[in-house]
């Protein structure tokens, strides 16, 4: 931790220096009260200028320019984009590139954020996966575009699961219980649960991933409000996270 700032990372990854990847945190930012203190979002009613600041701060202890980043306006769709620049993408979910020094990010609270690296083509991608994703295969149609563009090969591929809402907090109605394997629910007290983190796992695993080449942090963004937004807990009235996973430039 410097600054302030907590940045969560995969050992998954550490291998592989020419990944550059990180979950941030709450902590080390300049937002205050409901977006305290690092608020990587667009959310309304926190200032733009705090959250710029929060952008440069983020991005500098990973070592670029914001104006490197690739952002997302995220709709739950399974919408995926293979990008080479940096740059605002409206409607889409997921990301992938093999183009280095453009930096995919991901924004969340309680949805899980997935980070993924095909270590042999030297590919990078990124989902933003809640239960809508998860059900219409953002997923799999993530790693599907790799493999039709950059001829991946889903046992080459490295994912780590961000923090995210889990099974402990993440309340579902029946018809979205309905959707997922009866495995990945959970009932407690007449209340259902989705286990996300394993909904993500087994689409993984569908896909052709190893499991040891997934790594779920496993951390719940609900239960631990001094480390993350969580729009369930804090109802909808919240900061964002960010995710981001690049290629960075050889050094000469
Ligand atoms: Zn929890």
């Known amino acids: 931790m410097r600054n302030g700032i907590e940045i969560l990372q995969s050992s998954l990854l550490f291998p592989y220096s020419e990944v550059c990847h990180g979950f941030s945190t709450r902590t080390g930012g300049v937002s205050k009260g409901k977006f305290k203190s690092l608020n990587l979002g667009l959310t309304d009613g926190d200032l733009k200028n705090n959250i710029e600041k929060n952008h440069r701060r983020f991005c500098r202890e990973l070592g670029f320019l914001p104006d490197k980043l690739v952002q997302l306006v995220q709709v739950h769709s399974n919408n995926v984009a293979v990008v080479t620049e940096p740059g605002i993408i409206p409607q889409t979910d997921a990301l992938v590139t093999d183009v280095e020094d453009i930096f995919l990010s991901i924004k969340t609270a309680d949805c899980a954020p997935l980070i993924l690296f095909d270590s042999v083509r030297k590919v990078v991608g990124a989902i933003h996966a809640g239960w809508k994703g998860i059900v219409q295969n953002?997923?799999?149609?993530?790693?599907?575009?790799?493999?039709?563009?950059?001829?991946?090969?889903?046992?080459?591929?490295?994912?780590?699961?961000?923090?995210?809402?889990?099974?402990?907090?993440?309340?579902?109605?029946?018809?979205?219980?309905?959707?997922?394997?009866?495995?990945?629910?959970?009932?407690?007290?007449?209340?259902?649960?989705?286990?996300?983190?394993?909904?993500?796992?087994?689409?993984?695993?569908?896909?052709?991933?190893?499991?040891?080449?997934?790594?779920?942090?496993?951390?719940?963004?609900?239960?631990?409000?001094?480390?993350?937004?969580?729009?369930?807990?804090?109802?909808?009235?919240?900061?964002?996270?960010?995710?981001?996973?690049?290629?960075?430039?050889?050094?000469?």
């Open 138 to 252: 953002i997923i799999s149609e993530t790693i599907n575009v790799m493999k039709r563009v950059y001829k991946t090969r889903s046992d080459h591929v490295l994912t780590v699961i961000g923090p995210a809402i889990h099974d402990c907090c993440y309340e579902v109605k029946s018809e979205v219980a309905g959707k997922f394997d009866v495995s990945e629910i959970i009932e407690r007290n007449g209340k259902l649960y989705l286990n996300s983190v394993l909904a993500i796992k087994n689409r993984l695993i569908k896909s052709g991933l190893l499991l040891d080449n997934i790594h779920d942090i496993a951390l719940c963004t609900s239960c631990n409000a001094n480390k993350f937004f969580s729009y369930r807990r804090d109802r909808g009235q919240t900061g964002r996270l960010m995710t981001v996973i690049g290629l960075q430039r050889d050094e000469i």
